[in-house]
């Protein structure tokens, strides 16, 4: 029965599936906005990453030849000069990779590529959504 203080059951069901709606449709607009973003920079990078890869691919190829050459010159009497050279470049390399790799390993562990505003706020969400259901008891 309708007073001046209640609304009908299925006026009060029709109100709650609209904002249900509203609410899914606000957080997928919000994940999508922060995919999108997340892919814009990429997008945008990504050619010149590779440009700047090659080049420096080729740069590095052309300098270790570089290092080969004039470490082995340093053990030139010796017949193994180049395969110590090379052994030591190796080496040098390696160490060197290593702690790259670490460290972008590490930057990405603590950035990140999830949508992480939106996790957060769905997490707020849901928390408000247990304390108004609790409330409503």
């Known amino acids: 029965m309708a007073n001046g203080y209640t609304k009908p059951i299925t006026e009060v069901i029709e ?7 509203e609410f899914v449709a606000t957080r997928l607009a919000m994940l999508r906005s922060e995919l999108n973003e997340k892919y814009q920079s ?7 990453l590779s440009i700047g890869i090659a080049l420096l691919g080729t740069a590095w190829l052309l300098f270790t030849g570089f290092l080969v050459t004039i470490i082995a010159q340093a053990f030139a009497p010796n017949p193994w000069n180049y395969a110590i050279s090379f052994i030591l470049v ?15 390993w590490r930057q990405l562990k603590q950035k990140g590529v999830k949508p992480e505003r939106t996790i957060r706020v769905l997490q707020q969400d849901r928390i408000w959504l247990q304390t108004e259901g609790k409330s409503q008891i």
């Open 90 to 104: 190796t080496v040098v390399y390696a160490v060197v990779g290593g702690l790259a790799a670490y460290l972008a």
């Open 15 to 21: 109100e709650l599936k609209e904002e249900l709606k």
């Open 42 to 48: 990429l997008k945008t990078a990504a050619p010149v």
